[in-house]
């Protein structure tokens, strides 16, 4: 670059000349660096001038870009470019961008060892099922990670199970819904009556009725340290807790009732199950003795044609408090009606009773639960729908009930519940008003 073209540029501007001279070296024009005198020996110190220098020597050593390749990438200046200045050459620009746009934000961290959703429906074996039944389920079930268990309550016929692995294998704790039986117990030994309102803080006093349909904990509490570890043991296996549900069903196997009273008391055992393991099967057959008045039957899955031409009812044991499930009906009916079951969706027309519960299982801290019992009360064709849900985030006893008021629903719009169903036989109410099996029932 010559004298003459240096002067002429000086005489333009001065401002004009030092930004032309330090565009020079990124268009790969070289300069004759200035002379400068050598500077006296002295002592290096680390100073912010010397660190400032280091620096810039970094800066200087990075290989000069040619003319032609920064026209041929030019762009306008952006976020990601802006970032780029001020990193290392061997970062590339999208980690820096995503490590400043990341700076100063949260990290959540997940407990959940469970998945909220899943194909449920691998693995099952659907032979003999009651195939509009199994449609309505699966279709209610959707993508969420759980099992859905439905049965006639009047004959223990299982009619279709959707993830028969979790509904066999699995056993959770109960969380509330251990307050249907804590309840049909307090009845049986006298404690209360279903409109007996019992003082749960200084200021508040509940009914059976509301404390189950709202799911009161506090109220169950003050039930279960009334009744004493003895007698909720007592019940609890009158029900059915810590042995199998069904006969002869491979690959069932039973749930666990604790033998002394769990550390945390009795009150948490009758409000969220704790020192209880309980399976969809068993909560199953006792959500079928509520609904036909007190008959715990052997759950039965036939699995071909001719196992339903032979199928024969067996009852298990007959509920002492068989006469008391009515009471606790109300409270069952107010939690789809207004209580916490509401996505069941309430028809004064088809009424669902139904009890939900939610809790982290303590056997699995990983494991988020919710469940779901019920049964419907229909003339014809009426069913009991258990459903259980693990996972983690979203999980819970009223998301569980509104897959339940589908699978009411999705059977209800087939009209499944106005004709008799091939391999159901009829059922007529009895001289108290409920639904009763006519076939040969066994003990």
């Not at 279903?194 to 404390?211: E, G, H, N, Q």
Request: charged residues 20%; positive net charge.
């Amino acid at each position: 670059m010559g004298p003459s073209f240096m002067r002429i540029i000086g005489r333009l501007a001065p401002g004009l000349l030092i930004a032309f001279l330090a565009a020079l070296p990124s268009y790969g024009i070289q300069t004759a660096a200035p002379q400068q005198k050598p500077a006296p020996d002295k002592p290096k110190t680390a100073t912010k001038k010397s660190r400032h220098h280091r620096h810039v020597q970094a800066a200087a050593v990075a290989p000069a870009t040619t003319h032609s390749s920064v026209a041929a990438t030019r762009r306008p200046r952006t976020t990601t470019q802006a970032a780029v200045i001020h990193q290392s050459a061997t970062v590339p620009a999208q980690v820096a961008l995503a490590k400043r746009r990341t700076r100063g934000k949260k990290v959540f961290y997940s407990p959940w060892t469970e998945p909220t959703f899943a194909d449920s429906t691998a693995g099952d074996n659907t032979d003999g099922e009651d195939l509009v039944i199994r449609k309505a389920a699966v279709d209610a079930l959707g993508p969420y990670n759980g099992t859905v268990v439905v049965t006639d309550p009047d004959s223990g016929r299982i009619l279709s199970i959707v993830n028969q692995k979790l509904a066999l294998k699995g056993a959770y704790q109960p969380c509330s819904t251990v307050k249907v039986m804590v309840s049909l117990a307090s009845l049986g030994e006298g404690l209360v009556d279903p409109d007996t309102k019992v003082r749960i803080t200084r200021r508040t006093s509940l009914s059976m009725t509301t404390a189950l349909a709202m799911s009161n904990n506090m109220y169950f509490a003050h039930l279960g340290q009334e009744l004493g570890f003895d007698r909720v043991q007592k019940y609890g296996k009158e029900f059915g807790l810590g042995e199998k549900a069904g006969l002869d069903i491979p690959g069932e196997e039973a749930g666990f009732l604790a033998d002394e009273a769990p550390q945390t008391g009795v009150g948490m055992m009758t409000s969220f199950g704790d020192g209880i393991r309980l399976t969809p099967l068993e909560l199953t057959g006792i959500i079928s003795a509520v609904a036909n008045g007190g008959t715990l039957y052997y759950l039965q899955y036939p699995k071909s044609a001719a196992e339903i031409d032979r199928f024969i009812p067996r009852i298990k044991r007959t509920l002492d408090v068989g006469n008391l499930t009515r009471e606790i009906r109300p409270g069952m009916m107010g939690a789809v009606e207004y209580g916490t079951a509401r996505r069941a969706v309430f028809d004064p027309n088809s009424p669902v009773y139904g009890k939900t519960g939610t809790c982290t299982d303590t056997a699995q801290p990983g494991v988020h639960l919710g469940w779901f019992g019920s049964f419907n009360d229909t003339p014809k064709n009426r069913i009991a729908v258990v459903v259980l849900l693990t996972g983690g985030r979203g999980i819970s006893g009223p998301i569980a009930s509104g897959i339940a008021g589908n699978v009411y629903h999705n059977l209800a719009t087939v009209h499944y519940f106005e004709t008799n169903q091939p391999g159901r036989p009829q059922q007529v109410p009895d001289q108290a008003g409920l639904l009763s099996f006519q076939s040969p029932v066994l003990q």
